[in-house]
C-alpha cells in the first residue's frame, strides 16, 4: 500500500476509488489526472487500483466447492436493530438537551474578529491546476461563521 503523503494524496485517492464506481465529477477527474502527473506513488497506486477492479471485474464467477449455510434467525436481528436504533435516538436527544442547555448558560462570547475563519475549500496545487481549464480561479476569501443559534 502506498503512504499517503499529504491531503493532496489522501483526496486523489479517495476520488481514485469514486472513479472505479463511476461516481466521479468532471472537475473532480481533471483534478485527479493532474495530480497523479505530478505524484508518482499515488500514479502507481491509481494504477494498481485501476488494474485489480478490471480483473476482478472480468474474472468468471466461482461456485462454492461445499453448500454455505448462514446460522442465524432474521427476528434476533431485528430486534437487536431495533434496540440499537432506541439507544443511540436516545443519547441523541440527550446530547442535544445538553447542547442546548450549555449554549442557554452564555458564558464568554468571542468578538467577531474571533470569530471570523477563512474557508479553504481548494489546495493551492487544486488552484494551480483549475487556472488552466477556465482562466483564473480566486483566491479563497474569509467567511464569518453564521449567528450562533445556542445563546440568542
Avoid at 47 to 59: G, H, I, K, V
Avoid at 121 to 131: A, E, G, K, Q
Amino acid at each position: 500500500m502506498t503512504r499517503v503523503t499529504d491531503r493532496g494524496c489522501s483526496r486523489a485517492q479517495a476520488w481514485a476509488s469514486l472513479e472505479l464506481d463511476g461516481e466521479l465529477s468532471q472537475l473532480e477527474s481533471v483534478l485527479l489526472e493532474r495530480h497523479l502527473e505530478r505524484c508518482a506513488g499515488c500514479a502507481v497506486h491509481v494504477s494498481d487500483m485501476r488494474a485489480l477492479a478490471e480483473a476482478l471485474r472480468t474474472a468468471p464467477p466461482e461456485a462454492p466447492s461445499a453448500p454455505v449455510f448462514v446460522a442465524s434467525s432474521r427476528s434476533s436481528r431485528a430486534g437487536a436493530l431495533a434496540t440499537k436504533v432506541a439507544i443511540a435516538a436516545a443519547l441523541a436527544l440527550a446530547a442535544g438537551g445538553l447542547g442546548v442547555f450549555a449554549g442557554s448558560l452564555g458564558g464568554d462570547r468571542a468578538t467577531p474578529e474571533q470569530q471570523e475563519q477563512e474557508l479553504v475549500l481548494l489546495t493551492p496545487d487544486d488552484r494551480r491546476d483549475m487556472r488552466g481549464l477556465r482562466g483564473d480561479v480566486p483566491e479563497p476569501r474569509p467567511v464569518r461563521p453564521g449567528p450562533r443559534l445556542g445563546g440568542v
